[in-house]
């Protein structure tokens, strides 16, 4: 069974700093792009930040501002967040492209996914 599995979520006060995990599990995902969503409370879900297979290209939505930065390894994709706003606040969620060596970011191709970890900046 394939999983996405979250991690690093958690309270922080705005303008701190928290990292995000996913790392994956019945297979590897080393060819595909990488993704992070994230859902704020009673919104839809959003696009953050994504990467590509080889790392070397990356997008990102206008509100990360240079705050956020995506990156990965052979195990693992990370997020790091800096300068956290309250707007922040949602359940941020990893995704991983249906086929492997595409780039499409913000498109609808992600076909695995997380159940997502919490983060709650506080003003």
């Known amino acids: 069974q394939v999983q996405l599995i979250e991690s690093g979520g958690g309270l922080v006060q705005a303008g701190g700093s928290l990292r995000l995990s996913c790392a994956a599990s019945?297979?590897?995902?080393?060819?595909?792009?990488m993704a992070w969503f994230r859902q704020p409370p009673g919104k839809e879900r959003e696009f953050v930040a994504a990467?590509?297979?080889?790392?070397?290209d990356t997008d990102y939505a206008d509100f990360v501002q240079g705050r956020f930065t995506i990156s990965r390894d052979n195990a693992k994709n990370y997020l790091q967040m800096n300068s956290l706003k309250p707007e922040d606040t949602a359940r941020y969620y990893c995704?991983?492209?249906?086929?492997?060596?595409?780039?499409?970011?913000?498109?609808?191709?992600?076909?695995?996914w997380g159940r997502g970890t919490q983060v709650t900046v506080s003003s």
């Open positions: 995704a991983a492209a249906q086929n492997p060596y595409t780039w499409a970011p913000r498109g609808s191709g992600y076909a695995y």
């Open positions: 019945g297979r590897t995902f080393s060819a595909y792009t």
């Open positions: 990467i590509r297979s080889n790392g070397d």
